[in-house]
């Protein structure tokens, strides 16, 4: 048997289980109980008798089969069919030729063994007919009233296995597509953070660069002055020890983003906050009065979050350009000692439509970073998804929709620690 076989096997057989919540010897009991009750009732509905040398222990017999069907379902289901036949054959039991077996027969269904129900149903069947006939002496019509009975039981046991066979299966294979798209996405975002992380590498280089090149002008500075001018170079070694902090806060946070796991795009200190003004002017250049609001002081937001910050501006600037036909938009941002809040509205009637491009499909030149990078798919991410999962590595929360009047909202919170 096939690997597939055998798991469609396995979950056919937890049909029972599926129904009653029961494990699976439990089930087991009782059918088994099942069996060994419907047997003899069954037979006395049909105007048989019931005596201990003939209907209760074939009832016996069948019970203890179904309990052993799972480990052998085709010889439990000949010797069923067998006992059965004997117990007929010999007088013993006046009623029923293949329902007794009906447990039996549905579980040979169940794992796939249709063809052996049917075949040894069809047998039993013929020969039931010839030996009501032949030996009986039943009249022809009587036969096929008596036979036919179980013919049309027997299709109908047969029927409802293989349906639910068929659901099984149908269920099985929506649950592996499912898995197997889960797990393409989970390869996916495997992928962009590998990426993501091979990119923190390069900006944190750029970081080092920056700051040590900073750091040694004010040195330099501080050299140069040390003897005609002790304050001013005083003034420069002050500098070189501010920049030099700032530098070890922000290689901390990225270090710390980094054993998190996580991988928000942290680029060079020049594509942060201090950019803002010039992307303004270059969305006004594009024909949208935008007002910028600032509350509180900049110089303390870390630069992952700085970054984190420009960026939804960025995106929600870009898109508000190109598919929001607005003329109006508000960017403001309010920074506090815990968190830092970024607002964007603007008053377009297609807004929402934007967001669900991603920015790799907005081609805006004109809107750059604040060192001439563009704001493309490669430096602002990957849309609307793109800035949640920068802002959720961060900690934070990212809300984008309708505004309350007209226009469209992109509201983030970002906290400054943790």
Known sequence: MTQAAASMERSSTALPTMWTGLPRWAVTAVLAVLTLVGVPTGIALTGGSVTVYGAVPLAETLAILV????????????ASVAAVTAMRGAGLVEGGWVWPAT?????AVMIGRIGWAVGIGAVVLAYAASWEWAVLGYSPNLVVGRVGGEVFWLALVVTIGVAYRNRRGWQQELAARVAQSAYERELDARRRRAEERVRIARELHDLVSHTLAVVGVHL????????????????????????????MADLRALVDVLRDGSAPTIE?????LDGLAILIEQVRAAGIDVELQETGDRSAVPAPVALASYRIVQEALTNTV??????????????????????VTDNGTCAKV??????????????SGPAGEPGNADSAGHGIAGMRERVNALGGSLRAGPAAESGFTVHASIPVTG
């Open 103 to 107: 447990v039996l027969f549905a579980h």
């Open 220 to 247: 330099n500075v501080a050299l140069d002055t040390l003897e005609s001018a002790p304050d001013e170079a005083r003034d420069a070694l002050q500098l070189a020890q501010d920049v030099r902090g700032k530098a």
């Open 67 to 78: 309990m052993l069907r799972r480990r052998w379902p085709l010889v439990t289901l000949l």
């Open 354 to 367: 934007g967001w669900t491009a991603t920015t790799s499909d907005i081609d805006l030149p004109k809107i």
């Open 268 to 272: 060079s200190p020049a594509a942060q």
């Open 322 to 343: 190109r598919h929001a036909g607005a003329t109006r938009a508000v960017v403001a941002l309010c920074y506090e000692q815990a968190r830092v809040t970024v607002t």
